[in-house]
């Protein structure tokens, strides 16, 4: 499964090897997934239909021509659409003032199909210039991470060893700021029906903003990660930022059992087991 490269890698930042729940793993390799406490969380706020621009602000006569007003995107005017229109839907999203700075919009990367889905915050310089999700040295250790578990981002393969990527903002806030409440607001439902469309069988939340758009909740990363949540009904693992592991290495042994929890659930998911079975 592993690469003596990729065995030897994890072996230097100190993780454990993940071996699927079903095979008869060393002591010292175990997962501690069973039984994992199970945290059924509220579903997020319903919005209603459509794209509807809000009230047009009174025309100042001394600008030439103002930026177009921004529309309000609510969970309606995207909840039938395909993954094509929805890119659309994304591309041309005008709903907060970050599609004034933007270079381009983040869709989200993966195999429409993926067993797992990866939710982030929001991109970042490499990715707004690129157009794509974790491109730049988080997006690095990401990668990774999901190589040691034979995973990646690849739009075609298995789905059981392929991820889907999307971040909470589809904009990148300027200077790396942290998202607004009311930007999360309104972009969320474009991640409401990425995650729909995907149907994933785990959800991995990295960081706070993935956790608290999905769990609503505002509690530490170090106090929800360990167990298995729900978000509508999917399994959902908590874990740390990427980001904030390049800063923080110790948390990278954390992160990677976050991982092996999240690998567990979902091939248990597979099995037609609940997570805590
Ligand atoms: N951090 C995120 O949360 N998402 C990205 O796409 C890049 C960095």
């Given at each position: 499964?592993?690469?003596?490269?990729?065995?030897?890698?994890?072996?230097?930042?100190?993780?454990?090897?993940?071996?699927?729940?079903?095979?008869?793993?060393?002591?010292?390799?175990?997962?501690?997934?069973?039984?994992?406490?199970?945290?059924?969380?509220?579903?997020?706020?319903?919005?209603?239909?459509?794209?509807?621009?809000?009230?047009?602000?009174?025309?100042?006569?001394?600008?030439?021509?103002?930026?177009?007003?921004?529309?309000?995107v609510e969970?309606g005017a995207?909840?039938?659409?395909?993954?094509?229109?929805?890119?659309?839907?994304?591309?041309?999203?005008?709903?907060?003032?970050?599609?004034?700075?933007?270079?381009?919009?983040?869709?989200?990367?993966?195999?429409?199909?993926?067993?797992?889905?990866?939710?982030?915050?929001?991109?970042?310089?490499?990715?707004?210039?690129?157009?794509?999700?974790?491109?730049?040295?988080?997006?690095?250790?990401?990668?990774?991470?999901?190589?040691?578990?034979?995973?990646?981002?690849?739009?075609?393969?298995?789905?059981?060893?392929?991820?889907?990527?999307?971040?909470?903002?589809?904009?990148?806030?300027?200077?790396?700021?942290?998202?607004?409440?009311?930007?999360?607001?309104?972009?969320?439902?474009?991640?409401?029906?990425?995650?729909?469309?995907?149907?994933?069988?785990?959800?991995?939340?990295?960081?706070?903003?993935?956790?608290?758009?999905?769990?609503?909740?505002?509690?530490?990363?170090?106090?929800?990660?360990?167990?298995?949540?729900?978000?509508?009904?999917?399994?959902?693992?908590?874990?740390?930022?990427?980001?904030?592991?390049?800063?923080?290495?110790?948390d990278k042994?954390?992160?990677?059992?976050?991982?092996?929890?999240?690998?567990?659930?979902?091939?248990?998911?597979?099995?037609?087991?609940?997570?805590?079975?």
């Amino acid at each position: 499964m592993w690469s003596d490269r990729q065995v030897a890698m994890l072996r230097a930042i100190g993780v454990r090897l993940w071996q699927p729940p079903v095979a008869k793993a060393p002591a010292e390799e175990a997962v501690e997934v069973t039984p994992a406490p199970v945290v059924e969380v509220a579903p997020p706020a319903p919005v209603t239909p459509p794209l509807r621009p809000e009230p047009r602000p009174a025309a100042r006569p001394s600008q030439a021509s103002p930026p177009p007003p921004p529309a309000v995107v609510e969970l309606g005017a995207v909840s039938g659409l395909d993954w094509q229109p929805l890119r659309e839907a994304v591309a041309g999203c005008t709903a907060c003032a970050l599609s004034q700075s933007r270079t381009q919009t983040v869709f989200g990367v993966g195999h429409p199909q993926a067993h797992w889905m990866i939710v982030g915050e929001a991109p970042g310089e490499q990715e707004d210039l690129r157009g794509e999700p974790f491109v730049g040295p988080a997006g690095q250790l990401l990668d990774a991470m999901l190589r040691a578990l034979s995973m990646s981002r690849e739009a075609e393969g298995e789905p059981a060893q392929r991820v889907y990527i999307a971040n909470t903002l589809k904009c990148r806030p300027p200077r790396n700021r942290n998202p607004a409440p009311e930007e999360l607001q309104r972009c969320e439902p474009f991640l409401v029906r990425q995650i729909e469309l995907v149907k994933p069988r785990i959800i991995l939340a990295m960081g706070r903003f993935a956790v608290q758009a999905l769990l609503r909740s505002s509690e530490p990363i170090g106090k929800l990660r360990g167990r298995v949540h729900r978000y509508q009904g999917v399994p959902l693992v908590v874990t740390y930022h990427p980001a904030y592991l390049l800063r923080n290495l110790p948390d990278k042994a954390r992160a990677w059992d976050d991982l092996c929890l999240a690998a567990a659930v979902a091939e248990r998911a597979g099995a037609g087991l609940s997570p805590r079975a």
